[in-house]
């Protein structure tokens, strides 16, 4: 995981300092967990949400 | 007047009392600002007091009752400002070092809106850093502490407004709502507070955590209050393009007390689901009290309830660190390294997780324009544990400890992804003390309902919510 968070980083324009690594691949780890179910999830049919719409 | 007086009043009495001449604003705002000077040193509930300003403002407010001028609904009562909201001429941090010396040169719409209608304001309050957190743990303006247990945190990220709401320092706050951010403090401080629908109330100028997700909210001690801070600060703005052109009701006209025939939605699994015993309790009470009052519970189903975490995350990460990006890349070392992380983590998200989230969350709104046809309101718990200490970064949840914000936002990031109005008020305390509540979600634009079904129930239950700080 860390080669490819280095990776996207680089391709963001960001390089990691060596002393943030750890923190950053631990968010990031934590914030894949969480979206996992949603890379999962069904949603053919839906369209995006509206920015601006509430309804 | 005393500390015991101005407990004893809410911003709808107090307000009555200054049009009818019988307490003025000088006198009022006096001895807010004397409380404020007495008790924030320790419980952090500003970063900014006005007292110069609220004075000024207050013996406008004076001459105005004197002249008898247009009196507003806020006429001469103190408020406070969660420092997120541009105030003209007063540095409006966002709870960020970065921006400690921002002075907007203009009000938030919102701002001038509650001073249109005459309001004093008394300060800016304390925040969690960035609006992206849910604890105002701050690492750079102290930490907003809970007026009933000062160990404990006041909630986030408008911790500040709850607890200067909680603490009568102000009869009322603007706080902001992009993941629970009003409904968290609320519920930690025994206070009422109100997400509104996404649209209802203006963005313009008030700091961005994530634009598609944001909501202005009026935070206060009762509903009344509420509901009062509501009718103010919504409506139209034509330069703001999240705002909506539909009609502001007369908020309080909706307060009848008459919940007959009222069908509340229950969604079993998920939000009633890992609640410590002293939240399921009160909720169950809560309940029986809707019956009481002549409301129908119904078990409804919100399945896309799961996918609620990740979807948030990864419409929030992006949208902030779009806001944060050119301060980051050259002072980055001046954010709590609770935040920095995660607003950085927001440009490694890839464009298309970000449209999924989107298309996932059209299947949320969906899914909740559904059930509420069949009920009219739905109602869960705000958070699922008690009022977190301020030493503990994690808590038990069911069987498991899980990070304080894991916790926290559980059960109130679905209504800000649906971006319908929701409610958090009191139902309860813990066997130590400490505040609970429960969250009234309703249709989008139809606050009304959301605050009839909290007002009948906070008169029914009665719960004295007065600190003895």
């Known amino acids: 995981m860390k080669e490819m968070v280095k990776k996207l980083a680089e391709a963001s324009g960001w390089s990691i300092p060596e002393d943030r690594m750890t923190e950053i691949l631990s968010i990031y780890k934590a914030t894949a967990d969480d979206t996992r179910p949603v890379r999962e999830a069904d949603v053919s049919g839906a369209v995006p949400a509206n920015l601006f719409e509430s309804e | ?469």
């Open chain 2, 1 to 469: 007047m005393t500390d015991q007086d101005l407990k004893k009043l809410t911003l709808g009495s107090a307000a009555v009392l200054i049009r009818k001449k019988e307490i003025k604003p000088t006198e009022l705002t006096e001895a807010v600002l004397h409380r404020i000077g007495r008790l924030n040193d320790h419980m952090r509930a500003f970063i900014t007091v006005m007292a110069d300003r609220a004075m000024d403002q207050a013996r406008v407010a004076e001459s105005g009752l004197v002249r008898n001028t247009n009196v507003g609904v806020l006429h001469g009562v103190p408020m406070s400002l969660k420092d997120l909201f541009d105030t003209n001429g007063v540095r409006t941090t966002a709870g960020a070092k970065v921006f400690t010396d921002r002075i907007p040169t203009e009000d938030a719409t919102v701002v001038r809106k509650v001073q249109d209608a005459g309001a004093v304001i008394v300060g800016k309050a304390n925040l969690h850093e960035a609006a992206f957190g849910v604890t105002t743990i701050n690492p750079h303006f102290g930490t907003a502490r809970n007026p009933w247990n000062p160990d404990h945190i006041s909630g986030g990220s408008s911790g500040g407004s709850a607890a200067a709401v909680a603490l009568s320092l102000g009869f009322g706050s603007l706080g902001s709502d992009t993941g629970g951010s009003i409904r968290i403090p609320a519920s930690i401080c025994g206070v009422v507070g109100l997400k509104p629908t996404y649209g209802r109330c203006s963005l313009r100028g008030v700091v961005p955590l994530s634009w598609s997700m944001d909501h202005p909210c009026p935070i206060a001690r009762t509903v009344e209050d509420v509901a009062i801070l509501l009718e103010a600060m919504s409506g139209h703005d034509p330069l703001d393009p999240s705002s909506r052109d539909t009609p502001v009701p007369h908020y309080l006209e909706a307060l009848t007390g008459n919940l007959r025939g009222l069908r509340i939605g229950i969604p079993t699994t998920y939000f009633f689901e890992s609640l410590e015993p002293e939240v399921e309790s009160a909720l169950k009470d809560a309940l029986k009290a809707f019956q009481k009052l002549g409301a129908t519970i119904h078990e409804v189903q919100l399945k896309t309830s799961t996918l609620q975490r990740g979807i948030w995350s990864q419409i929030a990460c992006p949208e902030a660190y779009s806001f944060h990006e050119r301060y980051l890349e050259t002072q980055g070392e001046q954010y709590g390294a609770d935040v920095r992380g995660r607003i950085e983590v927001g440009r490694l998200l890839l464009s298309i997780d970000y449209v999924r989230a989107q298309r996932a969350r059209t299947l949320m709104k969906e899914e909740m324009k559904q059930v509420l046809k069949s009920v009219d309101v739905i109602v869960t718990p705000t958070i699922p544990v008690p009022p977190p200490r301020i030493d503990a970064p994690t808590i038990q949840q069911g069987n498991v400890r899980v990070p304080v914000g894991v916790a926290l936002t559980r059960f109130t990031r679905h209504f800000n992804l649906t971006g319908q109005p929701c409610i958090s008020v009191p139902c309860g305390f813990t066997q130590d003390g400490l505040p609970l509540g429960m969250q009234i979600a309703g249709r989008p634009f139809d606050e009304a309902t959301v605050l009839r079904a909290a007002h009948a129930y906070e008169q029914e239950a009665q719960w004295n919510c007065t600190v003895e700080m």
